[in-house]
């Protein structure tokens, strides 16, 4: 398989994700000789310490919850036209830790499409927050009427075939993460070949909670509307894509 560049977000403001990064880092280099992570200012000194000890090129971006999308196209541009994986990166120290070989299996998955969604199984989808999977399901279902594909749309995790990069870093404009429904469909709108992997390794939690045994946020109201707030963002993305 030819080699693929991690490239990823970090947004880590209370440093969860150092020891962790420190850690998995010979795994990481293992599967990925190459790594390209944007890295929020908001990020503690000592993960930025562990993502420079990684050998990772490292460029920055303001912090804010309007341009996540943004920031991870241009962590995608810094693959430079060579294969990439994007992933949020403390998603992708998760992955690797919980399953390796799971992420090598589904990472060798079709490997001639322009795009891999990466998403969830239906198992791994049951043991998420349930803020998370009420507020997905409307999403997932309305890209499934556009597309007649019924996948997991919002874990932003795509394989990315050089083409397929190019095209999202000249023409993408979504820069919240409603770009986990936009990029899909800009590339299924070229004309160029997506496929669809499903794990059931991946699993959600805030970076707040990076490392804790479960989720606490369903009790919170203000993270529901967060949720609801994220899916009305991918309704809007999604809404130039109407047929006719």
Not at 31 to 41: Q, R, Y
Not at 122 to 140: C, H, K, Y
């Amino acid at each position: 398989m030819e080699t693929i560049v991690l490239t990823a977000t970090v947004h880590d403001p209370v440093g969860r994700l150092a020891s962790a990064t420190h850690r998995l880092a010979g795994s990481l280099r293992g599967i990925f000789p190459e790594i390209a992570l944007n890295v929020s200012d908001a990020t503690r000194p000592e993960v930025l310490a562990e993502l420079e000890a990684l050998g990772a090129d490292i460029m920055t971006h303001a912090a804010g919850e309007a341009i996540i999308g943004k920031a991870r196209r241009d962590a995608v541009a810094m693959a430079a036209g060579r294969p990439a994986l994007y992933a949020d990166f403390d998603h992708m120290l998760r992955w690797i830790e919980c399953d390796p070989e799971d992420l090598s299996h589904v990472l060798a998955e079709q490997p001639d499409v322009d795009m891999l969604v990466v998403g969830r199984s239906s198992e791994a989808l049951a043991q998420g927050p349930q803020r998370l999977q009420q507020s997905e399901r409307l999403v997932n279902h309305v890209h499934s009427l556009l597309t007649g594909e019924n996948w997991d749309l919002m874990f932003a995790i795509r394989r990315l075939s050089p083409e397929a990069a190019g095209l999202i870093v000249r023409e993408s404009r979504v820069d919240t993460l409603a770009n986990d429904v936009d990029w899909p469909l800009l590339v299924r709108g070229a004309g160029m070949t997506l496929g669809y992997a499903e794990s059931h390794a991946l699993f959600y939690r805030t970076v707040e909670e990076f490392g804790d045994a479960e989720d606490s946020g369903d009790g919170d109201p203000l993270q529901w509307i967060r949720r609801l707030e994220f899916a009305a963002q991918h309704a809007t993305a999604m809404r130039p894509y109407l047929r006719g």
